[in-house]
Structures are given as C-alpha cells and as structure tokens.
C-alpha cells in the first residue's frame, strides 16, 4: 500500500472506534486492500499509480496480516479522490450514494461521505446513521469527525438507546473498583509506564496487561504518540476495566519483582473468586505494580 493510503487506514481505523466506544482505542494495523467490486476504475501513471475514480458500486476490504483483526469493509456508489498537481497523496476523498462503513465496533451509513486530509475532517451528510454498543441509532442531519482536535459533531441529533450503566457511562453503576478516569494520577505517566513494560526482556506487569488488552491495542500502544493516547484515555480506560473483570491479568512471574499486599495474596490463593473479587484482586495488582500512577482504593 501507498504512504497515503496507510495513513488514511489509520485515521479511519481510530476515527471510527473513537466514535463507536467513547474514544475506544483502536490502531489502524490494516495493511492491504481487497477490491470485491469496482464497476469502472480512472486513474494515471508516470512514476506511481493515481486512482482518481471508482465508480459503478464500489466494494472494498481493509485486511490485516493479524489474524486477530477483523476486515473493515467499505461500499458505496463511487469513492472519488482529488490529486493536487504535483502532491504524492491526496488531498480529499469522496463517497457518494448508499455510503457503508462496517467497523467491527460500529457500523456507519449516509449518502455521502467527505474527508478532508488537510483540515483532518471527516463529514457524513445524507441521514447519516451509526450504530455502535454506546450508541445504538445514532441519527444527524450532519455528523463530523476531526481527526486533528479528537472531537465528533454531530448537528440535530437523536439516539435510539444509550447505555447508562456501562463503566463510565451516565449514572455508572459498576463495582467501585473499576476504574475511573481520576483514578490514574497521571495518564501520560501512566501510558509511558506501559510502553517501557513493552520494550522489555522477559514478564512484566505492563507487558501483561497490554498483552490482555488485545493486538490492536498493543499495536496503537507501540506506534502512537503518548500525547494523542492520553486524549484518547476513556476508549484506553474502558478495554482496561474490561481486562479487570477477566481472569489471567496476573502471572507469577510478570509480578515477581512486585511487593504484594496481604489481600491480593489472599486473593490470589483463592481458587474460586466471585466477579467483585476478580475485579478487586486485578485492581490491587496494577495500584501494586503502578503505584505512581494508579490510585488505591479501600
């Protein structure tokens, strides 16, 4: 694939995520491109090949070479690319007519869809509509992602169902020992810890846990900046609170230069745990291994 391109799948990658979880992290890690239909197909060459129009009904697959990763299919009528002369990447790009984007954590439709590379804007228009498991029929006369501030407008807004109860969600009702966003003193501190984990020989807690926060993760977590992950946090926060209702956080050796306290022995000699002390036992491992950045809590 073309410089281009891969940066494109990036941005579309998180940009999507970003609205269908709450600035759910999700690294690009596509690296080809399945065509499954093009009716008609212009473009130039002379140095490199320029696509400037699909058209005819276009189906497209994003693929990863991570098994893990499942394909981001795109559709619509015609994808139209505008070359500024001389530019060895495109300066917009354009859908129009039965726009469909399925991210694997959330679909998108509209008539149209607009993205500005320079600006960083990404526009929906023609009754957009997004479906998501924060967001279940999300509709806008106009929807806007800006890839360069993290930000989603969305202008005469209706949802059909919202969650109230999920972690950080309105109204959370979740176990107190899931995290908040306050509870990491300093998130930046926080993902660098994380990232320094990653980069060593043999177990460690940080390797640990970025390994139960899944591939694509771990891949955002190696090749972007720490500054666009902090302002990204709630996406980061929610798969972390996923990882502490789960068992398999800990491991012997991961934790083995770590000072445990009484309960989370305790807790760890149990052969059975109830779901609040499975969150409670992952809880007391990351404020032991993170002292500095995850607060504790009695």
Not at 55 to 76: E, H, N, Y
Not at 224 to 236: C, E, I, V
Not at 259 to 273: G, I, P, S, W, Y
Request: hydrophobic content about 40%.
């Amino acid at each position: 694939m073309t410089r281009w391109t891969r940066m494109g799948v990036l941005l579309l990658a998180l940009g999507f995520a970003w609205i269908a979880a709450a600035q759910d992290l999700k690294g690009g890690g596509y690296t080809k491109m399945k065509i499954e239909k093009v009716g008609s197909c212009k473009g130039s060459f002379g140095g490199a090949f320029r696509i400037h129009s699909m058209t005819g009904g276009v189906s497209i697959v994003l693929k990863s070479d991570d098994p893990a990763q499942k394909d981001l299919p795109i559709r619509a009528q015609s994808m139209t690319f505008d070359w500024p002369e001389g530019a060895d990447q495109p300066k917009r790009l354009v859908l129009e007519g039965n726009v469909q984007i399925e991210h694997p954590q959330a679909s998108v439709a509209a008539e149209r869809a607009e993205w500005d590379f320079e600006s960083g804007k990404l526009v929906f228009t023609g009754n957009p509509k997004m479906d998501s498991e924060r967001a279940k029929g999300l509709r806008a006369s106009r929807i806007t992602l800006n890839f360069k501030t993290n930000q989603l407008e969305a202008e005469d807004m209706s949802i059909d169902e919202a969650p109230m109860n999920s972690a950080g969600g309105l109204g959370s009702s979740a176990d107190p020992n899931l995290l908040t966003e306050a509870d990491i003193k300093d998130w930046p501190g926080f993902i660098e810890a994380i990232k320094a984990d990653q980069k060593k020989e043999g177990a460690c807690p940080g390797k640990q846990l970025a390994a139960k926060l899944g591939a694509e993760a771990q891949a955002a977590l190696k090749n972007m900046a720490t500054d666009m992950l902090a302002q990204n946090k709630g996406g980061l926060l929610k798969k972390i609170n996923k990882v502490l209702e789960q068992p398999g956080l800990y491991g012997k050796e991961a934790w083995s230069g770590v000072t445990l306290d009484d309960e989370t022995k305790a807790l760890l000699d149990k052969k059975e745990r109830t779901p609040a002390e499975q969150i409670r036992q992952n809880r007391l491992l990351l404020q032991a291994a993170f002292p500095a950045f995850v607060a504790g809590r009695s």
